[in-house]
């Protein structure tokens, strides 16, 4: 495995890590559980604010760092490949996986979750009930693959145009900070007026806000063409502090609220199109994102970055991690639904143990080479 391969999968199984146990957090109560499958009423203060600290670690962060990735590999790719190829590995992996968890995956989540809420029917008459209400699969945490699907495709169009790029930079040195400003700057303000159009709320295939297409979209095509100009290899420290510091000045904001002023912090705050919360969060989310984005990659290069059994066995796990993380992370909950403990103690046991089981579900998984070759 090369050497950038190793520090950017160990990124990835961080991020996923993260995914899995910031689902947890979200079903006992944590903000940003709005969408997530399985979720128990929970209204003691110090519970949440624990929970939705830990989950703002990395909010915003997490899921534009993975498209970043996605992006920076999709250059070479289609670069080695060709487009017509490309295309069809990217069916290959995104696609059938999508369409399993639609109309499996999917449903089986929705019905555990629904089950530990009262429902005493059986799964048939669930599927019955479910395609007579018009609602013939669940797409859940596949909005991701789905985004990465659709982006793909535009990139696979853009490269037959312009296969050498639309833009050259004058050197293909990393960017200076003026043009980072003013990345932050163009990015922020058009998720700011995307959002007017389309409130935080708004549904993207019955998941994620439309409002977000303009960070993801960005971070992806961010990502090729970093690939494109190896801007990762060429990132250094000195490139990244003054982008991480200014995103530990931003994750500050969120701590004053639930634990200072014991707010609730909660999406309704910045739901509202062409507030000043709302833009004032359009420009939090880049900057933390782009500030959490660039160190990660400086320190996991420098510490995180010894290649080994694990590490390949681990990286090679991660999409199979996120595409059945759902199913394992519901069967925990609803173990421990009736326990009677207190939901931190609950997120203490259920979290890791579900973590656990998920990487070793994939690895396991990965041993079928039917698997290996769709995921």
Not at 252 to 267: E, G, Q, T
Not at 306 to 335: E, N, Q, T
Request: hydrophobic share 55%.
């Amino acid at each position: 495995m090369k050497e950038r391969l190793v520090y950017l999968d160990n990124i990835k199984v961080f991020l996923i890590s993260y995914v899995i146990t910031g689902h947890i957090a979200a079903s006992y109560g944590a903000i940003g559980g709005g969408r997530w499958s399985y979720l128990e009423q929970n209204d003691d203060f110090t519970t949440r604010a624990v929970l939705s600290l830990f989950v703002l670690l990395a909010y915003s962060f997490l899921m534009s760092m993975f498209i970043f990735i996605a992006g920076y590999f999709t250059y070479p790719s289609i670069k080695n490949k060709g487009s017509r190829r490309f295309m069809k590995d990217r069916v290959i992996r995104l696609a059938i996986p999508l369409l399993l968890y639609y109309f499996i995956i999917g449903p089986v989540v929705r019905y555990i979750s629904k089950s530990a809420k009262g429902y005493d029917g059986s799964f048939l008459q669930f599927l019955s009930e479910s395609y007579h209400s018009h609602i013939y699969g669940f797409m859940g945490v596949m909005w991701f693959v789905a985004l990465i699907l659709i982006f793909s495709v535009a990139y696979a169009f853009f490269y037959q145009l312009f296969p050498d790029g639309w833009y050259k930079p004058k050197n293909e040195s990393f960017p200076r900070s003026v043009m980072i400003l003013l990345f932050v700057m163009g990015v922020g303000l058009a998720s700011y007026l995307t959002r007017i159009i389309f409130p935080i709320g708004g549904d993207f295939v019955g998941s994620r806000p439309l409002g977000s297409l303009v960070i993801f979209g960005t971070s992806f095509f961010l990502g090729t063409t970093a690939g494109r100009y190896k801007w990762v290899e060429k990132l250094t420290y000195k490139d990244a502090k003054p982008w991480f510091i200014s995103a530990l000045v931003v994750m500050v904001i969120p701590a004053v609220f639930l634990v200072v002023l014991r707010k609730d912090f909660s999406m309704s705050m910045i739901a509202k199109p062409g507030s000043l919360a709302s833009l004032l969060y359009a420009f939090w989310e880049v900057i933390k994102s782009l500030g959490t984005g660039m160190i990660a990659i400086v320190a996991f290069r420098k510490w995180i970055n010894k290649p080994g059994k694990w590490a390949d066995a681990l990286g090679r796990s991660v999409f199979v991690a996120y595409f059945i993380h759902p199913l394992v992370c519901v069967m925990f909950l609803y173990a421990f639904a009736a326990s009677g403990l207190h939901p931190l103690v609950k997120f203490a046991i259920v979290a890791p143990t579900a973590l656990l089981t998920t990487f070793a579900t994939a690895w396991a998984l990965r041993l079928i080479p039917a698997v290996r070759k769709i995921l």
